[in-house]
């Protein structure tokens, strides 16, 4: 229970003692005897209503809190599993980059040269414009956090979890040597390799799964 709440039904409270007690008072005239009861009721319910309804505010309140949690946790979970995807891609896009420089590189027939060449710049295009992504969903990601911190106060800290968000970096995909062949690289290499970098891509959601663990 909030303490600013709690001490406004403590105030209330005590109004309704310190009047009590004054109507009290007023029954020792005779006059004022047969009403005295009547006010004192009249008091009673009053504040007994102010009360009651400082009480039904705070429960209400709590269930608000409550449910905005939940819906910021389950926000925060579903643009988790959004980045994932986008980590996807980009170590698809990462990878296909250096696979199609690669290929072009080493292809001597100028007509599929040329054409590996723009697949090779359609993959850096496509890396960018997942990036910009990826920006964009992990702002969204630590907007929730911050409210999901003005909910909870201090007692949720993720301080670190956020910088560490903030500064992530993705390992770049490997470059191929001129003694690599095309037919190594694709019957070899080219499944390994992207796997392996998509893997290292997913371990950077472990910081977003860190967060989310602490909003349970």
């Not at 102010?50 to 579903?78: C, F, G, M, P």
């Amino acid at each position: 229970m909030p303490d600013t709440l709690y001490q406004k039904i403590i105030v209330l409270i005590s109004k309704v003692d310190s009047l009590s007690v004054k109507v009290d008072k007023l029954s020792d005239k005779s006059e004022l005897s047969l009403l005295t009861p009547i006010i004192a009721a009249l008091i009673t319910a009053i504040f007994g209503t102010l009360i009651a309804q400082a009480i039904d505010r705070i429960y209400k309140n709590r269930r608000e809190t409550k449910k905005d949690l939940r819906e910021i946790h389950s926000q925060s979970v579903n643009l988790k599993i959004k980045l994932k995807d986008l980590f996807r891609q980009l170590a698809m896009y990462k990878f296909h980059s250096q696979y199609w420089w690669h290929i072009h590189t080493k292809e001597s027939n100028k007509d599929f040269s040329s054409k590996y060449y723009l697949e090779h710049l359609r993959s850096q295009s496509e890396t960018r414009d997942t990036e910009k992504e990826i920006g964009e969903v992990k702002a969204n990601f630590l907007a929730e956090v911050v409210k999901f911190e003005k909910l909870k106060g201090k007692k949720f800290n993720v301080d670190n979890e956020k910088t560490e968000i903030e500064n992530l970096i993705f390992p770049k995909a490997k470059t191929y040597s001129d003694d690599i062949s095309t037919d190594k690289l694709r019957e070899e290499l080219a499944e390994v390799d992207e796997k392996e970098l998509r893997e290292k891509y997913f371990s950077r959601l472990q910081v977003f799964q860190n967060i989310i663990d602490k909003m349970v």
